[in-house]
């Protein structure tokens, strides 16, 4: 009877046991297949061609896109891109509208005290467009002309330096082109613009009849992508896709894509 007894319990104490393995196996599957991945709301300026710009079908496209897609993959990242006004898209992130930056943003310390950039992943440097008749060689032969520029770009901030923050003679556009438009038309002397995205629009707008001056005096800048001040994890994930789509080679087929063809 004893012998029974115990053969019964020692039975019950393995069922129990593994009744316990297999609900504890159930209870770790579960967040794995009921959680969502995270959205991250990118917002990228849809006027800087070809950082960044809208095709025929109203999707964002450019080199930006594409180098955030391929960060996305590499780190497991579901991202979303929304476009938004480059004067506004620094607002945008502070107040959580957008969880990411990324629209040609040149990295500058002033900028850092609002924002946390990551390591940059493109080479940029301001350049000087005028007629092809000017005679225009340096920063400062700017100074008695008028001068279109992006509004808030560091091409606006080298003319507020230059010739002061609130001269008429600097006039601010939405975007490069659109300055650059204005100065074909006669409409500005001259125009302050990132190297990358003239480049691309002396390639394809031909015959305009303006050119493009550089000026070593100019710093060189880099670009950044930018998250919510003190967003670490994020910022990491960002830096470590960065990286990975460095090392595999990735990032330099996307890089001779979009720039080689315009050299």
Do not use: W
Not at 125 to 144: F, T
Not at 166 to 187: C, D, M, V, Y
């Amino acid at each position: 009877m004893k012998r029974t007894v115990i053969k019964t319990a020692s039975l019950m104490l393995a069922v129990l046991a593994l009744s316990g393995l297999s609900a504890c196996g159930k209870h770790e599957d579960k967040p794995a297949a009921n959680a969502e991945l995270k959205e991250y709301v990118v917002g990228t300026g849809a006027t800087y061609a070809p950082f960044e710009s809208e095709n025929e079908n109203k999707e964002l496209v450019g080199f930006d896109i594409d180098v955030m897609k391929a960060i996305a993959a590499k780190e497991g990242m579901k991202v979303k891109f929304v476009n938004t006004p480059f004067d506004g898209i620094f607002s945008a992130l502070a107040n959580g509208d957008r969880d990411i930056i990324m629209s040609g943003l040149t990295i500058t310390e002033k900028r850092k005290l609002t924002v946390d950039f990551s390591d940059p992943y493109f080479e940029a440097g301001q350049v000087i467009v005028v007629p092809l008749d000017s005679k225009i060689q340096k920063i400062p032969d700017l100074k008695p002309l008028t001068v279109g520029v992006l509004q808030g770009s560091t091409g606006d901030e080298i003319m507020q330096k230059l010739a002061g923050d609130n001269n008429a003679s600097i006039k601010r556009f939405e975007s490069s082109p659109l300055a650059l438009k204005e100065l074909e038309t006669g409409g500005v002397s001259a125009v302050i613009a990132d190297k990358g995205a003239v480049v691309h629009y002396l390639a394809n707008n031909q015959g305009k009849g303006i050119r493009m001056v550089t000026d070593d005096n100019f710093p060189k800048e880099f670009f950044g992508i930018a998250v919510k001040k003190g967003d670490a994890a994020l910022l990491g994930k960002i830096n470590q896709g960065l990286a990975a789509i460095k090392a595999d080679g990735s990032y330099d087929k996307l890089h001779a894509q979009y720039f080689d063809a315009a050299k």
